[in-house]
């Protein structure tokens, strides 16, 4: 099944979504996890995996790093490209799968990065083999997915995971986190239909084990060194956007070095 379509259609209210402050999780949650764990990326080469419309490629551009972007949705990097026309960060983009990345010649690159987006990657083995061989010796790959462990998702038709409540669906009613069927891997459809979204629209991501991922990493020779599962600053109280991140992790981030 070819999966483009979908984040072509989900291009424009995915650009709104996440240009507008609307994407609660990377502002709040993610991105500044990961980027505590970049460090200082004045002067480095990076490569973003997945980039989409490019909001991440703009922010480390702005620390200083020299970025590539790389997609295969054409229509998330025409996005990318217009913004790019606007501020001249001199970001490069390029319609591209991550399983064949042939347009980058092998140790290129310090750091790639991938956000939330190896999930949605259904031949991710062969985008990490491409990592590898576009990272230099000692490069860095830091990808931040949603926890395998902790994923709510619907599968021909059952709902696999998710909160259980005691009355009405809320945090404060909150009871337990169900988990599930965690060694089934497969392919499932995630609706986006939150009321912030200008329209709605469905992608396709993969579930998959820590242990995949891990074992996909060491197969071409990554040695895993560092691991985050990120937690919501002090200042998140009960009915923020991201409480239920303050009881179990929502997302993980993996950093891996090429020896």
């Given at each position: 099944?070819?999966?483009?379509?979908?984040?072509?259609?989900?291009?424009?209210?995915?650009?709104?979504?996440?240009?507008?402050?609307?994407?609660?999780?990377?502002?709040?949650?993610?991105?500044?996890?990961?980027?505590?764990?970049?460090?200082?990326?004045?002067?480095?080469?990076?490569?973003?995996?997945?980039?989409?419309?490019?909001?991440?490629?703009?922010?480390?551009?702005?620390?200083?790093?020299?970025?590539?972007?790389?997609?295969?949705?054409?229509?998330?990097?025409?996005?990318?490209?217009?913004?790019?026309?606007?501020?001249?960060?001199?970001?490069?983009?390029?319609?591209?799968?991550?399983?064949?990345?042939?347009?980058?010649e092998k140790d290129t690159f310090d750091i790639v990065?991938?956000?939330?987006?190896?999930?949605?990657?259904?031949?991710?083995?062969?985008?990490?083999?491409?990592?590898?061989?576009?990272?230099?010796?000692?490069?860095?790959?830091?990808?931040?997915?949603?926890?395998?462990?902790?994923?709510?998702?619907?599968?021909?038709?059952?709902?696999?995971?998710?909160?259980?409540?005691?009355?009405?669906?809320?945090?404060?009613n909150a009871l337990y986190y169900k988990v599930d069927?965690?060694?089934?891997?497969?392919?499932?459809?995630?609706?986006?239909?939150?009321?912030?979204?200008?329209?709605?629209?469905?992608?396709?991501?993969?579930?998959?084990?820590?242990?995949?991922?891990?074992?996909?990493?060491?197969?071409?020779?990554?040695?895993?060194?560092?691991?985050?599962?990120?937690?919501?600053?002090?200042?998140?109280?009960?009915?923020?956007?991201?409480?239920?991140?303050?009881?179990?992790?929502?997302?993980?981030?993996?950093?891996?070095?090429?020896?």
């Open positions: 099944m070819n999966t483009t379509p979908h984040w072509d259609d989900a291009a424009k209210p995915w650009g709104d979504f996440v240009r507008t402050g609307k994407d609660y999780y990377r502002d709040h949650l993610n991105n500044p996890a990961m980027f505590a764990l970049l460090g200082d990326i004045q002067g480095k080469k990076i490569l973003d995996l997945a980039c989409g419309e490019g909001y991440n490629c703009r922010i480390m551009a702005k620390k200083g790093a020299s970025v590539y972007g790389i997609d295969f949705s054409e229509k998330m990097i025409d996005l990318a490209i217009q913004e790019e026309e606007k501020g001249r960060l001199g970001i490069m983009y390029s319609v591209l799968d991550a399983g064949n990345l042939h347009l980058l990065t991938c956000f939330m987006a190896l999930q949605d990657i259904e031949n991710y083995k062969d985008a990490i083999k491409e990592v590898y061989r576009v990272l230099k010796k000692n490069g860095h790959f830091i990808f931040v997915m949603p926890h395998p462990c902790f994923e709510k998702r619907v599968v021909h038709g059952e709902i696999i995971g998710g909160w259980e409540f005691k009355g009405e669906p809320s945090m404060e069927k965690y060694f089934d891997t497969h392919r499932y459809t995630i609706s986006w239909n939150m009321e912030r979204l200008r329209y709605p629209f469905l992608t396709t991501a993969f579930h998959r084990t820590l242990t995949d991922y891990a074992d996909a990493l060491f197969e071409v020779g990554f040695l895993i060194s560092r691991l985050k599962e990120p937690t919501p600053p002090e200042s998140v109280r009960k009915g923020d956007h991201i409480e239920d991140a303050l009881r179990i992790p929502q997302s993980i981030i993996i950093e891996a070095v090429k020896l």
